[in-house]
């Protein structure tokens, strides 16, 4: 937690020094400043995003720090600036997706490029060490995952590789050196 020194100027309400805006900010005003730089993307407060101080005093400590949150980026091609469909996929390769499902593309040919479309799900852990999940029905690899999480997830999240029960179950016959190894990597 960042420490802040208040000073009542005004009965009954908190005010603080905010280096980043270079003003006297009350508590409140401070966390609407915050949620309108850091979430919702406007300019004049640009300076929050990415502000603790400013987290803490909305109550959203532990906030996602990623530059890809809230951005329109698509999961899969990663452009960003688009139209997203289903809040997940740009124009394009929403277009792709159904002409594999359909079974060709516009001209009548075999889409080649798309057909690994697979059912995938991630595990993640927020700032508050709770453990989240997110599946998606058709994805083409892990990073698309990945990048709908950092986009979507309002809390910071960890990532991490969990065992498949079979080498679980090998780690119950071992020393406690690899099985330690194995809990504290990969992140990302
Ligand atoms: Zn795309």
Known sequence: MPTVVYVEIVPGMKHFTCERMRAT???????????????????SRQPCKGCEIGAMHAGEAGASQSPLLNTRIC????????????????VSCYNRQREVL???????????????LARRTITYQLSDGT?????????????????????????????????????????????GDLESDLAASPTA
């Open 25 to 43: 900010l009350s508590v409140q005003a401070c966390a609407d400043n915050w949620r309108r730089g850091h979430y919702e993307g406007d300019l």
């Open 75 to 90: 999961g899969r091609c990663h452009r960003t600036g688009m139209r997203l469909i289903h809040k997940h996929l740009c």
């Open 102 to 116: 359909v079974g060709k593309n516009a001209k009548g040919s075999s889409p080649v490029k798309w057909q690994a």
């Open 131 to 175: 453990v989240a999940e997110r599946t998606l029905d058709r994805t083409t690899d892990m990073e698309e995952l990945i990048v709908g999480v950092l986009r979507d997830e309002r809390k910071a999240v960890r990532f991490g590789w969990k065992a498949p029960e079979h080498v679980r179950q090998l780690l119950d016959g071992l020393d």
